[in-house]
């Protein structure tokens, strides 16, 4: 069965800084789909940013990126320029082709002003 | 708006009740799901339809039954409430299962007394 860790239960970060949250999963499969999702405090779930497993690029979106090493099974996220507004619950995701979203178990980002 | 919504938003209610929690999408999206967050933070995946059809159903328990009445909407009907049922319940919509990534509601938190 497919698991996602994130083995960071809180990080904190200063305004304007780049901080580095960190997923691994485990799968045998070699298709599959990974997420970042954001959960503020409102509780709404926002997509943050996807990667195709099949793409070698990163996925990017404006001052979000990902490090997808998939020999590693690793999918961290990267914000840069942190803003105050950032600051919220983040959730890795997995999914196979046809498969269950799988979420791993958050990381509560602190941005301190 | 285009979006999920789901009502009620709060819900707080006595043991053995029944209860139900609407959700509907003007999304155009075909495939609508049910998710439960609990005390934890930790997001799991109840049930998912397409086009309708029931096609994930995890180990839930059988008091909980989803509806789905047409493409748009997924009711999530719950009998006998425990105290153990309180959480925040999601629903969720994508269009076909692959890379879209979800797209959530404001969920529901339901409060068991």
């Known amino acids: 069965a497919q698991t996602v860790t994130q083995s960071q239960p809180e990080m904190s970060v200063q305004e304007a800084e780049t901080v580095t949250l960190s997923c691994t999963y485990d799968t045998s499969e070699s298709d599959y789909y990974l997420f970042w999702y954001k959960q503020p405090p409102s509780r709404q779930m926002i997509l943050v940013i996807r990667q195709e497993a099949y793409k070698q690029q990163n996925a990017t979106e404006n001052r979000f990126s990902v490090n997808f090493q998939k020999a590693a099974k690793s999918f961290s996220l990267k914000i840069s320029d942190s803003q105050l507004g950032d600051a919220a619950m983040y959730f890795c995701a997995y999914r196979s082709a046809w498969g269950k979203l799988i979420f791993g178990q958050g990381t509560e980002l602190s941005v301190k002003p | 708006d285009t979006a999920v919504s789901q009502t009620p938003k709060y819900l707080v209610t006595q043991m053995g009740n029944d209860k139900s929690i609407k959700c509907e999408q003007n999304?155009?999206?075909?495939?609508m799901y049910w998710y439960k967050q609990d005390s934890k933070k930790f997001l799991k995946i109840m049930f998912s339809?397409?086009?309708?059809?029931?096609?994930i159903n995890e180990t839930v328990p059988n008091r909980f039954s989803p509806k789905s009445p047409d493409k748009a909407h997924l009711n999530l009907h719950i009998n006998s409430l425990e105290l153990g049922d309180s959480a925040v319940y999601f629903c969720?919509?994508?269009?076909?299962?692959?890379?879209?990534?979800?797209?959530f509601g404001p969920g529901t938190r339901l409060t068991v007394l």
């Open positions: 999304l155009g999206h075909d495939t």
């Open positions: 969720a919509s994508s269009q076909g299962r692959l890379a879209g990534g979800e797209f």
């Open positions: 339809y397409n086009n309708k059809e029931l096609i």
